[in-house]
């Protein structure tokens, strides 16, 4: 194996260049191949009847009128489609406690959210599925329906699975310390707040979709997914439609954007699938915007009650909270809709040192759509918990909020080491990141015009977040715990005869630039040019078996891969030239697709030697029988997650009269290891910023009283547009993972961790001149100017 | 979200789109653009036997000036105002606001007629009518009419048409004796307000038309003429309590009457300025 320095430090490796993504002009020019765009001979399409009511029996099902409407095929309930579908049950193992009822694609008895789909039309077109799904005709008794998270557990809520007594679907506890005797301590100021965090789902711009074509004669289903783990599916799809696993291949092309949105089972994807087979003949299903709003995982939703403890002098003593968070009628498959409020009991702090920490987490039903995860799992929660406290521990005791994070966060020379909560933290860069950030923000600069513009009632604050991200997850993350989740991918190169290498990944392309990234990493290890280099991904039949891209792994895991396996082709392809040029292979190298000497100078350009194998391997050595081909798997051993760092500070106005806050800038320092793409990674982490701005001000799902589902429009559903959003300035610090060759660790997640509570602490040094402060997102201008209000009283 | 089955419908002149309007009596609809009425469609909150399409009225398009009015064809886009000099010389107040309603892509196919005949409580353009005192030319089968903009607008997607199409905007050339104000405040860009104004000021007499408040754009006679008294701007404001404000999930009544009252204030400061 050859050593990092020699892989990183050479003339044309492309890690670490900014080389732009080569299929930005496929899809720019609309040549992308996105699910809607496949079209196959037969093909018809999916409609269904969702539910209207959060909670309710289903007396009855009349598809009469609907069977006889024009161009429809097929009429499926709930009923019709368990003899075929085998139920499902989002739990795992490691887990512990966590519990759900078993799920079929189409609701049985009962639906339990508002979108739940009840009926499956197949018809030839949309537009007249849609048409007959007006005509079916289900009679429901509405059930009182469970929808605030807060009531959830009072005995007067209904109980939305009566065989488990309660909505709790789990909880867990968190100790280190004595939380009690340190808040207690003589001189311990204690700051405290209640955090609401609002509902919010993920909006991707291709909205869900999946084509199943099942062929009879091979027992063969075909499904083009518009997704982030087809291994994942094709096991799901196998095990619940009783179909081999070999029998299933799972297609992702082009992705629009997926954010953890597409990386679970949805009732509608597996009814289509199941209509497949039974219809032998191609189905296509696409959810409209409407179906994605209603349907699609929601993420967030938690009220958080919590306590942060500090000395007059500024030493964080240690942080207490109680978190509450609604997941819908069922725990997400296979993943499970515990692991956001898991993360946050882990990471909450994580930056800090802090000796004492106890966390409460509760998990409940409800009757509102199924939550899970969504980007930066847990992490907005987390973030906002500690950074937020901190902050307002600062103004309390009259410290500025940098030099109070400088005096608690771990020292960059201090690891390994864990956190409070038991995490095994390494390669981490805390101080640096923040030293840095406040470099490139001009902090001292932007505190003196925030005193200026005071005096003219125009109101700026300035806000921080140190955080952790989860990233590169080991099999501690799913595995363990019985999910069919791979949590090791490989990667597969092949040289051809004209001297190209076709290369293949089992993670997945969702849009932010994984196959570019793929390239790079083969290209600039073996030693081809970047534009010789074709890449395979998000194909079950083609691919090596993997996880995909999801929780930061791509780049970390998936290029891990893809590095040792250059290496392992290399290797076998100076072994052959070392025979055909007489040369030792010490002497030999690989650069511009030739092998060289260690001079660079051209020795045999890589055509001449693979034709020579391919076509004339009669002037080979019997005894020397070349591969030209080489796979290598990657897993990450000894840590259950690498850890990433950042820092982040957003820079925001405050119209006081009426409550809309302007946010000017934002700059994040981001330490991902070492980056491969600094295009793709600076575009990640701004595309992040922005979800998390969305969080913190715009994005929220809101619900009625009785389960009503009540912006499900992207007209009354706040994305945040390109005319708010500010500059967001990036920088990084490399601090390579040990756990790889490569480096390299997760991207994904910053800034939609960070943003949050970044804007949260913008927004609250804004308004405390006024004795305001507000902990509630989105902060809207209606909860701003209410905050201003209850301050002025 | 695909519209349910309808007839398509291109007449080539007005009283053939009045012939069409008649004979479906009630179950058509005219197409203006579509930009609300093709998402209502689909939705299937609007489910119309056929679509009128009227982009092949010429008698629906151009925009002239003649005796001290612009009139601007019913099917004049968005997009056509923005770029007309006519318009920018004699209406400024539309100016102001066009950047403000939605974005390109809708401004470039949506219409001043298809606005106003949907009469939709937080679009623009019905308040830039109320506050420049326009009159609406509406025709039926038997006759042509002019309906004064305060008398137009009735209630929420409520308007005094009856069988009748929009055929022009007929708006009172500016005077230098005029000066205007436009201020909406919005969350993002391009979306519709939670408040907003838009006032021509004559003299010492105003015209402030508010929209995004309540169920239709919205003028205030006493605010009108507190504004005319000079009166404190605290004065001009308890005014405002003659609105029903509207309650949605972004702003409450009590939000809306105070974004308005900002908004107004600000408009009046632009004004002066």
Redesign the interface.
């Known amino acids: 194996m050859t050593g990092p320095a020699h892989i990183f430090d050479k003339p044309n490796r492309y890690i670490g260049k900014p080389e732009p993504r080569a299929d930005a002009a496929r899809l720019l020019q609309g040549r992308g191949r996105f699910v809607d765009d496949e079209k196959l001979p037969r093909m018809v399409h999916a409609a269904f009847v969702r539910s209207p009511h959060a909670h309710a029996k289903i007396l009855s099902i009349d598809t009469e009128d609907a069977r006889t409407s024009t161009g429809v095929i097929a009429i499926y309930t709930g009923a019709d489609l368990a003899e075929h579908v085998t139920p499902y049950v989002g739990t795992l193992t490691h887990m512990a406690g966590l519990r759900s009822a078993p799920q079929h694609p189409l609701a049985m008895d009962v639906a339990r959210w508002q979108g739940e789909p009840i009926v499956m039309v197949v018809a030839t077109?949309?537009?007249l599925a849609?048409?007959a799904c007006?005509l079916v005709d289900v009679d429901y008794d509405e059930l009182p329906a469970a929808v605030d998270s807060e009531t959830a557990l009072d005995a007067d809520t209904p109980v939305i699975h009566p065989e488990f007594g309660s909505n709790l679907a789990w909880e867990r506890d968190v100790i280190a310390g004595d939380i009690d005797a340190a808040f207690a301590a003589p001189g311990v100021h204690v700051v405290e707040r209640e955090f609401r965090f609002g509902r919010h789902t993920g909006v991707t711009l291709e909205s869900r979709g999946t084509l199943c074509d099942y062929d009879p004669s091979e027992d063969q289903l075909t499904v083009y997914y518009s997704g982030q783990a087809p291994h994942m599916m094709q096991v799901i799809f196998s095990k619940h439609l009783g179909l081999p696993e070999e029998n299933v291949r799972v297609i992702s092309n082009d992705v629009g954007g997926s954010f953890g949105i597409k990386i679970h089972t949805y009732g509608d994807e597996i009814a289509t699938a199941a209509a497949a087979k039974l219809l032998r003949r191609p189905v296509k299903f696409i959810a409209?915007?409407?179906?994605s709003f209603v349907t699609d995982i929601h993420a967030r939703d938690h009220i958080v009650k919590a306590k942060m403890g500090i000395t007059g002098a500024g030493t964080i003593v240690g942080i207490d909270f109680d978190d509450l968070t609604g997941i819908g009628p069922f725990s997400m498959y296979p993943r499970t809709s515990a692991i956001e409020c898991n993360q946050v009991l882990n990471l909450t702090g994580a930056p800090y040192v802090m000796e004492n920490y106890r966390a409460k987490g509760r998990v409940v039903f409800q009757n509102k759509t199924l939550m899970c995860q969504y980007r930066a799992v847990g992490h907005p929660i987390a973030m906002a918990i500690a950074d937020g406290l901190l902050e307002d521990a600062a103004r309390k005791i009259g410290m500025d909020p940098v030099a109070l994070r400088e005096l608690n966060l771990m020292a960059d020379d201090s690891y390994p080491r864990t956190s409070a909560t038991g995490m095994k933290l390494d390669d981490l860069s805390h101080k640096r990141a923040l030293r840095k950030l406040t470099e490139i923000m001009d902090y001292q600069g932007l505190r003196a015009d925030q005193t200026e513009a005071r005096k003219d009632g125009i109101y700026r604050g300035i806000g921080f977040v140190s955080m952790v991200e989860v990233t590169n997850p080991s099999p501690m993350f799913y595995g363990i715990g019985g999910a069919p989740i791979a949590s090791q991918d490989g990667a597969t190169l092949r040289l051809d005869a004209g001297g190209a290498l076709h290369v293949s990944s089992s993670i997945t392309e969702q849009g932010q630039g994984t196959n570019a990234i793929l390239a790079q990493v083969a290209a600039g290890v073996f030693g081809v040019d970047l534009n010789r280099v074709k890449v395979t991904t998000g194909d079950t039949a083609t691919t090596p078996y993997g996880g995909g891209t999801w929780a930061s792994r791509g780049a970390g895991i998936g290029g891990e891969a893809m590095l040792l396996a250059a290496q392992a082709l290399k290797d076998q392809v100076l072994e052959v030239a070392g025979v055909m040029l007489q040369t030792g292979v010490e002497k030999l190298d690989i650069r511009d697709g030739a092998v060289t000497d260690l001079e660079g100078n051209e020795r045999l350009p890589l055509a001449d030697l693979a034709r020579t194998v391919y076509y004339r391997g009669n002037e080979l050595p019997n005894d020397l029988n070349p591969e030209l081909i080489a796979t290598r798997h990657y897993r990450v051993t000894d840590f259950p997650f690498v850890f990433t760092n950042g820092a982040m500070a957003a820079h925001v106005e405050v119209d006081t009269?009426?409550?809309?806050v302007k946010v000017l800038h934002f700059w994040a320092v981001e330490d991902c290891g070492r980056v491969i793409n600094p295009l793709l990674v600076d575009e990640q982490i701004r595309g992040g910023v922005v979800q998390g701005i969305g969080g913190a001000?715009?994005e929220e799902c809101?619900y009625s009283p009785d389960g009503q589902f009540?912006?499900a429009?992207m007209?009354?559903y706040?994305v945040?547009?390109a005319?708010?959003m500010p500059d967001i300035t990036i920088a990084h610090i490399e601090t390579p993972t040990k756990t790889s060759v490569l480096g390299a660790k997760g991207a994904g997640e910053a800034g939609t961790g960070g943003a949050p509570a970044a804007i949260l602490n913008a927004v609250n040094d804004a308004l405390s001149p006024m004795g305001a402060s507000i902990w509630q997102m989105p902060m809207?201008?209606?909860r701003i100017?209410t905050v201003l209000d209850k301050a002025a009283e | 979200m695909k519209a349910p089955d309808f007839d398509y419908l291109r007449p080539s002149s007005l009283d053939a789109a009045l012939a069409m309007l008649a004979e479906h009596d009630g179950e058509a609809m005219p197409l203006a653009g579509g930009q609300s009425l093709m998402p209502m469609m689909n939705f299937r909150v609007a489910a119309p036997e056929a679509l009128i399409d009227l982009a092949d009225l010429t008698e629906l398009r151009g925009i002239t000036v003649d005796a001290g009015t612009v009139r601007i064809g019913a099917m004049t886009r968005y997009a056509e105002l923005m770029s007309d000099a006519t318009v920018q010389a004699h209406i400024p107040l539309i100016g102001m606001a066009l950047p403000h309603i939605a974005h390109d892509a809708v401004r470039n196919r949506g219409t001043i007629g298809g606005s106003l005949a949907l009469a939709d409580p937080a679009a623009e353009m019905p308040a830039l009518m109320l506050a420049l005192d326009a009159s609406i030319e509406v025709t039926g089968p038997d006759a042509t009419r002019m309906i004064k903009a305060d008398d137009f607008f009735l209630g929420m997607f409520e308007t005094a048409l009856d069988g009748e199409l929009i055929t022009a905007i007929h708006v009172p050339v500016a005077t230098p004796a005029q000066r205007f104000g436009f201020h909406e405040l919005t969350q993002r860009h391009g979306d519709y307000a939670l408040a907003g104004v838009a006032i021509a000021q004559t003299d010492d007499s105003y015209r402030a038309a508010f929209f995004g408040v309540a169920d239709r754009a919205t003028r205030v006679p006493e605010l009108e003429a507190a504004l005319k008294r000079q009166d404190d701007m605290k004065v001009v404001l308890t005014y405002l309590d003659q609105i029903d404000f509207t309650d949605d999930l972004k702003a409450n009544h009590t939000t809306r009457q105070r974004l308005a009252g900002v908004a107004l204030t600000r408009t009046l400061k632009g004004m002066t300025a």
């Open positions: 077109s949309r537009a849609e048409d007006e409209d915007r409407f179906e009269a009426t409550g809309f001000l715009y809101h009540m912006n429009t007209a009354d706040m945040p547009m005319s708010e809207t201008p209606e100017l």
